[in-house]
């Protein structure tokens, strides 16, 4: 009867076309259905890498399953033994799964020691026989190193003959003569194993630029410099404000073009390669004479300070509208807003395009030891050895309750296994409001704090983000902790109104005070990074400390803003004890006396 029914048993087409499957399926848009077939001995690290592999993507937005041998054997192979034969049955079975896999759009890792080649070949041919990916990736593990790994003892006992055809031991692993991707698992970590398979996976473009933990610097390579400079003192000239060059922009090749400009005004994200948050568009406004001069050009230098920065190639304009981008951005168009007077300031279009940066920028204010690239920063912290890197932004003085937060999160992260959580403390390094403390005096207090032992000295990292400040509240927080995932960061500590500001007319709060919080837990495109809400600290008077506030006992607590705290530095008065370090309180004392502020 079944041999009869056989020849009716015809295959299915699906009515949903596997661009369909792409568009709906993960938060990263398109179709990634292949299979990454990591073959290797027992021990090799083939389940470790694949778990790894899995969690990274599916962070990324980019949906992935991991079929391991041992889970397939207690389920759909639990009928079948080690032979030849039942080996050779087992990876036809996980090979048509892994092809459905495929076919519905997931990115499919099995990780089966699949010793035969024959088999392993089936499987490809299966796949290529419906149009899919797959890559064959050999974990190429001594088997001395496998035996060492073996926690389950199952090499001593086929040594010792318990274990019968057990492979490298009497059933032969025959070894993949050319495949896709190879794994030297025996001396690289398991994360080094990942970031091959993940830069693979890009440059075949299964998986877009944005999944990738890259950062796009736009530099010139160092031996094209000179050459550059030349070409760029022979091409038209365009004042430029600095953004971008050092990837904290990533995605990004230059200035928004006017798609890339409608995504991020209208979305907060960008959408091509895959979604990546951005909250806040990155353009260069010019004005309506600089179009008229430069608009037939193909590329043109933009210049700062009258040294050549940057080549801008292909420029696209298009028009500013200032007053939607403000309202859009800031949710409002008070010309007394600080940065919608500058954008209402600025030219009538926009024009985008991809930058060559001829050199980095260096302000030279005797703080530029503290602008790291997203690079550096990344460099840093490997070789502090993080497991775990955790960022805390702030434009005001630090004081003992932003330690207090700062230490609390130190503490959480140690409770949930991580072995040395690293700080990167971020304040903004761009225009601030004019009554803010400088950054020089910033920078010059938080190292006071620092020394004071406040802040533990051998985890943190003390930098300044280029950024400007721009008061758009929880629009602008977005890009914040966006620009930090550049640099390698896990974590993030967001706080009361981050990026807020009174209205500058009514003086009421432009922000509710947690909706930067709240929309920050929730946007779109950083699925990769942790959120962190801050616990509300206060200055409690009877402990004479800061404290975790307490709502039962509101009358025990008095709050120090950041306002309040200038004006008491302007005047000479002193704080409560408690709130700040003796050192760093009198850096902001001797700002204020002096008769030069402006450092």
Sequence with gaps: MADHLQRFILPQASRVSREKRGQVLGHTSGFRGCTIWLTGLSGAGKTTISYILEAYLCNKGIPAFSLDGDNIRTGLSKDLGFS???????????????????????????????????????????????????????????????????????????????????????????????????????EWSSQQCV?????????????????????????VEPGQIEVTKQVALSLPKLQITMVLSEGWASPLKGFMNEKEYLQALHFGILLDGGVSNQSIPIVLPVHENDKQRLQNDKRFTLIYDDHPVAILSEPEFFEHRIEERCCRQFGTCCVNHP????????????????????????????????????????????????????????????????????????????????????????PIGGITKSDDVPLKVRIKQHLAVINEGVLDASSTILAIFPSPMMYAGPTEVQWHAKARVAAGVNFYIVGRDPAGIPHPDTGNDLYHITHGSKVLQMAPGLTQLEIIPFRVAAYNKNKKMMDFYDPNRANDYNFISGTKMRQLARTGETLPDGFMGESAWKVLLEHYASSDQTC
């Design 195 to 219: 970031d091959k398979i993940i830069n693979f996976l890009e440059a075949k473009r299964i998986i877009p630029f944005s999944a990738v933990n890259m950062v796009r610097e736009l530099f």
């Design 339 to 426: 940065y919608v007077k500058l954008i209402l300031d600025s030219g009538n279009w926009l024009v985008g395009g991809e930058l060559q940066v001829i050199e980095r920028i260096r302000w030279n204010d005797g703080l530029d030891q503290y602008r790291r690239t997203p690079m550096e920063l990344r460099r840093q912290f490997k070789e502090l050895d993080a497991d775990a890197v955790f960022a805390f932004q702030l434009r005001n003085p630090l004081h003992n309750g932003h330690a207090l937060l700062i230490s609390d999160t130190k503490r959480q992260l140690v409770e949930r296994g991580f072995k040395n959580p690293v700080l990167l403390l971020h």
């Design 84 to 186: 030849a034969s039942d080996r050779t049955e087992n990876i036809r079975r996980i090979g048509e799964v892994a092809k459905l896999f495929s076919e519905a759009g997931i990115v499919t890792i099995t990780s089966f020691i699949s010793p035969y080649r024959t088999d392993r070949l089936a499987v490809r041919q299966l796949h290529q026989q419906s149009g899919l990916n797959f890559f064959e990736c050999f974990v190429d593990t001594p088997i001395n190193i496998c035996e060492k790994r073996d926690t389950k003892g199952l090499y001593k006992k086929a040594r010792e003959g318990i274990i019968k055809e057990f492979t490298g031991i009497d059933s032969p692993y025959e070894t993949p003569t050319c495949p896709d991707i190879i794994l030297k698992a025996g």
